[in-house]
């Protein structure tokens, strides 16, 4: 029997950035090294939108490690969004994020400037 997340990569694995928010990163380096897996050309951009969202200054050089889970998620959230996937499906998006948060990231996916992405949310 298949878990829900092995599911969703059979179905969507070759089609879409597959964003687990239960396992938000990939490095256990620094918010850079994050960001070159990402392929994103402008990092302040995203660095502006993670403030925006935490009330929290995010540099190339700070350690992934340092950031609380829910401020990982919402790194998670900003990489894919900036990054070049066209097609993003975000499991268990909310779960980690407090209420305030939660509405913040819901604001941005609405206003959501990448227009272009398909954006798949699955609990």
Known sequence: MLTKL???LSEFGETH???DCNLPILTNDTVGEEILLYNIANPHELM???QDITDCALALTTPVKSLSGGQKVILLILLALY???ERILFYQL???LDETRSQKVKALLAACPMQS???ILID
């Open 17 to 19: 950035l597959i964003c």
């Open 94 to 96: 909310y779960r980690s």
């Open 117 to 119: 992405k398909h954006i």
């Open 83 to 85: 990054s070049p996937c």
């Open 6 to 8: 092995e599911e969703l």
């Open 48 to 50: 502006a939108a993670y």
